[in-house]
């Protein structure tokens, strides 16, 4: 099985470190759950949403170089069986490329991924198809795991099976609160419905 994976909230939780600069950036007079919402839609809708200013874009970058470390984004649990799994696994993600790196680097998971296309290689932003029509024609992919229903429409669209971690969404084929769960899906199933 070769598998598309998202990165932020779906490979790692890095959520929880991006909540913290916001409301550092913020103030108390924004809810970290409030905060944590609007991530989960994008980290630029959520700069859209809270209209921050030049200064306060200074800022958040100067806390993410100082304050966060490469620790606060955690791989999520069981994750790495299904790297392991996979017959070959690939990333799409807005992320750079070194910010990519450089997590995937410190856990020692480089290896697990045949390809990762980023924010870096210039393709439209999800949902458009374009990144998953490039990773699917070059690594014969059967499905895409994201969290969010914005990671799986380019991937529907092209005919992949879908799979949304840790959400609801009518797109999604399957849904995972947990990677544990993974070995649960009818692979037979899924297989038979490959284009």
């Known amino acids: 099985m070769n598998i598309l994976w998202d990165f932020d909230g779906t490979l790692f939780d890095t959520y929880p470190a991006y909540t913290r600069t916001f409301s550092k950036v913020l103030g108390e007079r924004v809810h970290p759950s409030d905060i944590y919402k609007q991530l989960k ?3 630029t809708h959520a700069i859209n949403y809270y209209q921050l200013t030049e200064a306060q874009l200074k800022e958040m970058a100067r806390i993410n170089k100082h304050d966060v470390s490469l620790d606060d984004f955690k791989p999520f649990p069981h994750v790495e069986q299904i790297l392991t799994f996979a017959d070959k696994n690939v990333i799409m993600t807005h992320k750079s490329r070194k910010g990519v790196l450089d ?76 990677y544990e769960d993974f070995f649960n899906i009818d692979f037979v199933k899924v297989a038979s419905r490959l284009k």
């Open 41 to 43: 839609i994008s980290f």
């Open 103 to 178: 997590i995937l680097n410190h856990y020692g998971w480089t290896d697990y991924f045949a390809d990762i296309v980023t924010i870096d290689d210039g393709f439209p932003r999800k949902p458009h198809t374009a990144s998953y029509e490039y990773l699917h024609e070059k690594h014969k992919l059967n499905m895409a795991i994201g969290d969010r229903e914005l990671d799986l429409l380019p991937a529907k669209e092209i005919g992949l099976v879908t799979c949304m971690f840790q959400g609801q969404s009518d797109v999604a084929d399957y849904h995972l609160d947990s």
